[in-house]
């Protein structure tokens, strides 16, 4: 039975350890759909179709052309119901540290409660460990420079926003 991952955010930026991750699960299951979601806490800076726009660009800044990756977005509703919509097999979840895993482990329970999905948890390569999208919208919002931590699409689309 051919294995479909789920690799849910908010991707506003995506960042180069976004991208890792998206490889490196990649060849690991048989299809990969990145799932571009909607936070009602957060206000983004890229509308989602812009933000599906520079995941794309960034895989292929990244050489990451895979067939099996699908980036598409979930608009509205529980990220669940997007999981039994395409038989989804699991949930992917990048972690940087411990404080990512306190937010994210409950969300897993929660979500394999509902749906019976379970949640894979990949640790980002460590060169990438301390980037946060929120810290490079931060940084490019004061005018820093912010390339050793996204796509070149991405950089200027932070330098075409300020």
Known sequence: MP??????????PITLGHVDIIERCSKIVDELHVLVVHNPEKSPRFSSAKRIELIQESLKEAGVTSANIK???LSSGLLVDYIREVDAKLL???FRNNVDLDYELPMAKVNRDLSGIE???????????????????EVASLGGPVQNYVSAA???ALLEQN
């Open 154 to 156: 991405v950089a200027k």
């Open 71 to 73: 980036v598409t977005e």
């Open 92 to 94: 992917i979840k990048g």
């Open 3 to 12: 294995t479909l991952a789920v690799y849910p955010g908010s991707f506003d």
């Open 119 to 137: 949640t894979i948890f990949i640790s980002a390569d460590p060169k990438y460990g301390l980037v946060a999208s929120s810290l490079v919208r």
